[in-house]
């Protein structure tokens, strides 16, 4: 810009110079970001691409047929009672039976938390609530399972019949896990509404209650199954807090007190274990691969329901 | 925004060249290895390079310990020692496929590798026994290697019909991967078992023994190391678990610490195991962690489990 002031050239050849100059900007910056993105896709593929290579060998090379790694009963990789099986159903009933618990316990909690936010007391109820929730989000999983242990599963077994430790205990823990989660998403949807609604509705004599139940809620509930969706996601990759409280048996359980495993928990407990390339170990990766495809799915649902939610 | 752009980029760009850094690492470690391995052949006198050790957690405490000395002794300074957990399978793993120089395992890599195995050298640094520890309340002193064996199976599930008061047995152990497993099912049990149903698994031995001393009716099996108050050490077929009792033969459930290395060991590898092997570290540090020293040993045990004086 100076030089230009100094040295009044020809417009043409000035313009031209500009142009170059941005033009070249424009180019760096779109390689730049092409780089990145690039670098992205990169690093996504070829997780996919090493998970996937390492879980469907123990289809392909050591023989496991599919529909006995998905639905057999028995997981008994080590072979103590003669072949080894590789039955993951227990695991995956586990999965799913802790994060649908979960879920359903924080949804409610978290509903009422995020319309207290934004509906009911706005004022000091956000200030109030908004840095707590922030801060559950950040306590780190390992410190939530030691709670889980020392608190909730002592809890547990003085309550319930059995140990304390099983699907409960870990659906608990997960669920205070997975709060804040669905509340920031529910209450990001709540503040977003469109004000008219609210007051259209108080002008036509509705009770603040009738304007949460009947207005409110029913237009943001994609929104908040959005956040609950992704909270399950969140409790069904979690590994290391279940692994803790839920005893890792490798049986469908019989009731909410017994030992029962997860998927991740299963995974974090036996790798240190194996050997790389054997039999075991590529089953932990198809375990593995398990969980990498729930987490597309639950990404496709969340694409789902916003997509209803734009219309 | 004229200065923020700049700015962000170069962020990225160094996110972006630490990343890259940080997946060529493996690589540069092998290659820098490989590297101080030949210099140490022309210099003799003064061992340098680095010595990666992966592997057992069971053993962790240990090898860590020593490599902090053996770092401050003034004439291997230059070496610098790293220990890693993982497990015993992947320190096998990794050793045999030279990604580190020395693999600790809890038990014999023939029992877990196949013809791998064969490449291995094998160090015995420790032995560690093990115990079956009950809830304080289950009353207990003693149970024979038929009433663990019907305990673990899931023959027995009341304690009344081993002897003890009318309560449900707990069963708490270790992943059936699990060196410590392993050893406790090949010498105290004699058989392997399956994990039963309401069992419960746990991935430290720490955990177990804080769920043994707080479930009623709870049964576990510890190190040697981790034993104390909170849990009642129960007999093997009237032998108490004593440090004696495993060096003289007489309490048979115990398991070598081994460091294998792929080969034989580099110089500045073979100067650590040496360390380790030597009387200060072996009377010294392994004592004071819980284990045993080899040394202290009367009887020796193959792959195969034979017993030998």
Same mark, same amino acid.
């Given at each position: 810009m100076k030089a230009m002031d100094e040295r009044p050239v020809q417009v043409g050849s000035a313009r031209s110079a500009r142009f170059k100059k941005h033009h070249a900007e424009d180019l760096a910056g779109r390689s730049y970001t092409f780089i990145c993105v690039a670098l992205l896709i990169v690093i996504i593929i070829s997780i996919i691409y090493f998970v996937a290579s390492k879980g469907l060998a123990t289809f392909f090379r050591d023989g496991v047929s599919l529909g006995d790694f998905l639905f057999g009963t028995t997981w008994d990789p080590e072979g103590n009672q003669g072949e080894p099986m590789y039955g993951v159903l227990p695991f995956i009933f586990g999965s799913f039976a802790t994060s649908l618990l979960a879920a359903l316990i924080a949804s409610p909690l978290s509903i009422c938390a995020s319309l207290f936010m934004t509906e009911i007391v706005p004022g000091w109820g956000k200030k109030l609530l908004q840095p707590v929730i922030e801060l559950l989000a950040g306590i780190p999983s390992v410190v939530y399972g030691f709670i889980g242990l020392t608190v909730v599963v002592p809890f547990m077994r003085n309550v319930f019949p059995g140990q304390g430790i099983g699907i409960a205990a870990g659906a608990l823990v997960l669920s205070v896990m997975i709060l804040p989660t669905i509340t920031s998403v529910a209450s990001d949807a709540l503040s977003s509404l469109p004000r008219g609604l609210k007051e259209s509705s108080f002008a036509l004599g509705a009770t603040r209650w009738q304007t949460i139940s009947r207005v409110i809620l029913p237009t943001v509930l994609p929104s908040i199954l959005t956040g609950v969706v992704l909270g399950m996601a969140r409790a069904f990759g979690e590994a290391l807090a279940v692994q803790m409280v839920i005893g890792n048996a490798p049986h469908i359980p019989r009731s909410l007190f017994e030992s029962a !495993? /997860?998927?991740?928990?299963?995974? /974090?407990?036996?790798?240190? $274990? /194996?050997?790389?390339?054997? =039999?075991?170990? $590529? +089953? &932990?990766? !198809?375990? +593995? &691969? +398990?969980?990498? @495809?729930? =987490? @597309?799915? @639950?990404v496709l649902i969340v694409r789902l329901l916003e997509r209803r939610h734009r219309i | 925004m004229k200065l923020k752009k700049p700015l962000l980029m170069i962020c990225t760009l160094a996110l972006v060249v630490m990343l890259a850094a940080c997946g060529s690492k493996d690589t540069q470690g092998d290659s820098s290895a490989s590297g101080t391995a030949n210099n140490d052949k022309s210099s003799s006198t003064e061992l340098s390079g680095s010595v990666l050790a992966v592997g057992s957690t069971a053993l962790q405490p240990l090898v860590e310990q020593a490599a902090q000395k053996f770092m401050a002794e003034s004439q291997y300074s230059k070496i610098q020692v790293q220990v890693q957990g993982g497990? *015993?399978? =992947?320190?096998? /793993?990794?050793? *045999?496929?030279?990604? +580190?120089?020395?693999? $600790?395992?809890?038990?014999f890599a023939e029992e877990k590798l196949k013809d791998e195995a064969k490449d291995l050298v094998d160090h015995q640094v420790a032995v560690v026994a093990m115990a079956a520890v009950t809830n304080p309340d289950v009353g207990l002193d003693n149970l024979t290697k038929q009433q663990l064996v019907d305990i673990f199976t899931g023959k027995v599930t009341n304690w009344k019909e081993v002897g003890g008061k009318d309560e449900a047995i707990v069963i708490v152990n270790r992943p059936s991967s699990s060196g410590t497993r392993k050893t406790f099912e090949k010498y105290a049990l004699g058989t392997s078992t399956e994990d039963l149903k309401g069992s419960i698994q746990e991935e430290s031995s720490g955990t177990v023994k804080k769920i043994v001393s707080e479930s009623p009716g709870a049964i576990g099996y510890l190190a040697l190391s981790y034993l104390d108050d909170k849990v009642k050490v129960v007999k093997y077929e009237g032998v108490e678990a004593t440090v004696e009792n495993v060096a003289s033969g007489t309490y048979p459930v115990w398991a070598y610490e081994h460091m294998y290395t792929k080969g034989e060991p580099k110089p500045e590898v073979k100067a650590f195991l040496d360390y380790i092997a030597s009387d200060a570290v072996q009377n010294g540090d392994v004592v004071e962690l819980g284990y045993i020293p080899v040394s202290k040993m009367e009887v020796k045990r193959d792959v195969d489990g034979n017993i030998s004086k």
């Open positions: !495993s /997860t998927l991740t928990s299963v995974i /974090t407990l036996d790798m240190g $274990n /194996t050997v790389m390339g054997s =039999t075991h170990s $590529n +089953a &932990l990766w !198809s375990m +593995a &691969l +398990a969980l990498m @495809f729930m =987490t @597309f799915i @639950f | 497990g *015993s399978g =992947t320190g096998l /793993t990794q050793v *045999s496929g030279g990604q +580190a120089d020395i693999g $600790n395992s809890d038990v």
